[in-house]
Structure formats: C-alpha cells, structure tokens
C-alpha cells in the first residue's frame, strides 16, 4: 500500500507529445531554415510568411539575429568555432519549439554546408527545410541595409561572408527562392504551397 | 520610383508581436520557474500542470534535465560556472518561447539566488513566476527515485545540491507547493488558481 506522498513522485512526464500539440494547433511542427547571403531577404520573407502563417491561425516562431544573436547567443562571436556553436544552439533551440508543434523560420546565414548538414541531423530530415535565399552578392553588396558590406570591404568587420568568409550555397535545397529578383508576395505564395504540398499546413 | 526589387527589402519584422500571439492562443504568455532540491517534485508537478493546462486548450512547453541538458547545454558541467550559464541559456529560451505567447514551465533545480535573480531580470519581473517546491531533503533522499542521492553521499556524484553543495531557497517565491506532504492533483489545482488570479488563463 502506497503512501500518499509517493503518489507524488509518479513518473509524469511526456503525456503532452508533439502529436497531441499539433493537434491542438491543427498544422504540423517543422524547421523551415532561410540560408543565404547577409542581405538576401532571409529574415525578411520570414517575417512576410510568419504574417500570412498567422493569419492562417498558425503558431509560429522565427529565429534571427534579433532575437538570438542578443541573447542565447551573446556570448559568441563569429569565428569558425563560434559560428559553428552558433548554429548548433539555434538547431537545439529550433528543435525545442518543433516539439512544441510550432513551424520555426530560422534566418541566420548559415554559410557552411557541414553546418546545415548537422542541423539537419539534429532536427530530423524529415521535418527540416532548407530554404535558399538565392540573391546575387551584387544585389546584396547594392542593397547592404545595414551598411555591412561597405564595413567589410573597409575592411572594420572581418570574417564577413561574401567578401571575406565563403558562403557554401546548398547543394540539394528544398526550395529555392530568387529573392533577389521576385516580388516578396510571390516568395510568400510559393512557401505557402510548399508548406501545403509537405501537409504540414492545410 | 522604385524598382520592383527594392520591394524586397522593406524592413517586414515584427509584424506578429507577442500581444497578437496571446489573442491568438487566448491567455498570456509567462514563465513558470519551478526550483526545488533534486526529488522534490519540480518536474513531476511542471508535466502535471501541462496536462491540465492542454485540456484547457492553452499552449505550454516544459523545459527540464531531459530536453535541456542533454541538447542546448549538453556542453556544460555541474561547476559552478557552468551551473551559472545552464540558467543563462535556459532564461533565454523560455524568453523566446513567452515571446511566441507560450506558457512555460521550467523545471531545474536551480540552486542558487543570484542565477534566479538574473533568470528574473532577463524574463522581466512581470512574466517571472517562482515556485518553489518546499520539500525536506529527507523525504527526497528517501524518494531518491534516480539513485542520485546514494551517489552523491557515497561521493561519486560530486556538487550534488542538498549533500555537497548548497541550496538557496527562495526568499520570497510567488508560491510555495508543500510537494513532498500534499498530493499532487491539489499542488495542481493550486497552480491553476494562481494562474487565474494573475490572469494568465481564464
């Protein structure tokens, strides 16, 4: 006969799963993960989804510089070894939310192939979305909202990918966007169907 | 006039603001910040609470040791230097996850006053819940459910709160659960009325 106490140390985790939260939010979880140059509209088309996802009722989340870079992240800066830290705690963190069946837009660089492999690997293939933001250095270098790539070739910023970092584009994505060279709506209307051909949405 | 890729660059963030989430998911977002000697219910009771707040449609998330230290912090010790960032890093997650309008309970044992403090100053006093799970060290080495205790007196566990390292209880938690005298349904219910009373659920 158990006492009552021990009834409070039931093992009682897990009951609320991934499946039952997606059920509850009527879409499914997934990574949807924006690689491309500084400058290439990644958090951008982001956001633009996150608006029309909302207004479909979906729970998302997106991940960017503003958010991440500040805070879990703010301990790091942007050498190889960091980069790399970078990308495998936004992967973590990307992971955390998908369990919690939300749709994340994570809009980071991501320069490198092995980087996105392992994030891929961490997340699970089949709810990770490579999403390349093909938009050419030249529009990016023309459009440098942020005054980045002039920093760069002046040389006050180092390490900056594109001028002095190599950006590794992906050699098999999900989808590619020409963000460079499209109205945003129309980026935003392909990533809709995508989500819908994946049955992720509805 | 501009040229139709500039309409690509328009700043589009933060359209889908915490607020709009909220009314989206109909309660608030907050975080839960359980604390408590390892045994003493932190997780069991935080997985409870989930149960109940997911019948009442409410969008939650448990961050605890299995979903947490094995992956976003996986890197990091028990010293207390590590102990010290594990919190940092956990404080920003949940920031994110109260940001997306979520109810977050976070279950670790966080020792030690000042970490709880930052956790508080990161969060931001408002969203910051912390309940303190006021159970006697006996009745946890008792329970001792994952043998941690006989580990730690026998000294292959080394930094073990309660044995070799201290615990700082709180000095004045939003509420204090009895959880090692009271059953748990009714620490359950407890929780959901403070939820209420700080209009967090209806």
Request: aromatic share 6%.
């Amino acid at each position: 006969m158990k006492k009552p106490e021990e009834l409070n140390i039931t093992r009682h985790r897990g009951n609320i799963t991934r499946s039952k939260r997606e059920a509850l939010n009527q879409h499914k979880g997934a990574v949807l993960w924006f690689t491309g140059l500084s400058g290439s509209g990644k958090s951008t088309l982001a956001h633009a989804l996150e608006d029309k996802l909302y207004e479909m009722g979906c729970r998302t989340m997106v991940l960017d510089g503003d958010n991440v870079r500040h805070g879990l992240c703010g301990d790091l800066g942007f050498s190889d070894e960091d980069r790399k830290e970078n990308i495998r705690r936004i992967s973590e963190v990307a992971n955390l939310f998908m369990e919690a069946g939300m749709i994340i837009l994570t809009a980071f660089i991501s320069p490198f192939l092995s980087d996105r492999e392992k994030a891929k690997e961490l997340i699970g293939e089949e709810d990770f979305f490579e999403i390349y933001c093909d938009c050419p250095l030249e529009t990016c270098e023309d459009r440098d909202v942020k005054g980045l790539y002039k920093k760069a070739k002046q040389g006050e910023i180092k390490n900056f990918t594109g001028i002095s970092s190599p950006y590794e584009p992906p050699v098999n994505p999900h989808l590619t966007l020409k963000s460079g060279a499209r109205p945003l709506q129309e980026c935003v209307d392909e990533l809709i169907s995508f989500l819908q051909a994946k049955e992720i949405i509805r």
